[in-house]
């Protein structure tokens, strides 16, 4: 707990075994009052390295409902137990969980109500090894995105987010795709409803077994990203409109 709010840390597993513990074991438990461990019917013993550990909130899904469908899974069973500070960690140990302190002092504190843990800030994505052509569709679509969403994020494509409670109320999510492309639809979510979003550096690990998509998804993904974006942009224009964008308040 940090300044009366309760932090609840996410993990969107899928075939995690090998990296989990290495994650878990540098969560800050002096303010982090709950871990979920959401299993994406992972292949290897995901579960059970996590119950192993002591992980308290363990969802299994019996079919992999995808990336957007285990974020979706993750933020449910954190708003059920009452956190008030939500931040979603890979547990492939491709994001440092030694940030969480600096992420949650940000919203605790009512500075930002969203952070992304920002891997273009500073020079910690090609130093972690982020393949080079992963870097430049990064950078151009993050330039596409900027302009389109009339915003200055550094990049949009982290997996090291945290929300308010107040966000996860309000934006609707759940109407979100289930694949990849779920993260964009968030962003652009909460920005059309008002909500401001935070950035920290953040150094990240690209390694054999970190999460990853390769190159055929990442043209799909990407492909995606320019059609949310457009269809925001759109809909700043009055000419475009989605069920991602009703309110849940």
């Known amino acids: 707990m940090l300044n009366g709010k309760k932090i609840c840390i996410v993990l ?7 990296t989990l513990e290495m994650t878990y074991a540098e969560i800050p438990f002096d303010i982090v009052d709950e871990v979920v461990l959401v299993d994406d019917a992972s292949k290897d013993n995901t579960s059970d390295v ?14 992999n409902r995808g990336y957007g469908g285990n974020q979706k899974s993750c933020y449910d069973k954190a708003l059920s137990l009452g956190a008030d500070i939500i931040i979603m960690l890979h547990p492939d ?8 302190h600096a992420i949650s002092g940000i919203i605790a504190y009512d500075v930002y109500p969203v952070v992304l843990g920002s891997r273009i800030l500073g020079k910690g994505a090609l130093k972690g090894g982020m393949p080079m052509y992963k870097f430049i569709a990064n950078r151009l679509l993050t330039f596409s995105q900027n302009i389109l969403l009339n915003q200055k994020l550094s990049e949009y494509h982290t997996g090291y987010r945290a929300f308010s409670r107040e966000v996860l109320e309000k934006v609707n999510y759940e ?29 990240t690990k690209y390694f054999d077994e970190a999460s990853s998509i390769n ?14 974006s457009w269809g ?18």
């Open 12 to 18: 969107p597993a899928y075939n995690a075994a090998e």
């Open 50 to 63: 996590g119950r192993r550990l002591g992980i308290q909130h363990i969802v299994r899904h019996e079919q």
């Open 93 to 100: 140990y491709q994001y440092t969980p030694k940030l969480i």
């Open 175 to 203: 109407a979100n795709s289930d694949d990849f492309i779920f993260d964009n639809e968030m962003i652009a979510q909460i920005f059309d409803a008002g909500f401001e979003i935070g950035e920290v550096t953040c150094p």
């Open 215 to 228: 190159l055929k998804r990442s043209i799909q993904y990407g492909l995606g990203v320019l059609k949310v």
């Open 232 to 249: 925001y942009f759109f809909k700043r224009l009055g000419l475009y409109n989605s069920v991602i964008y009703k309110h849940k308040l």
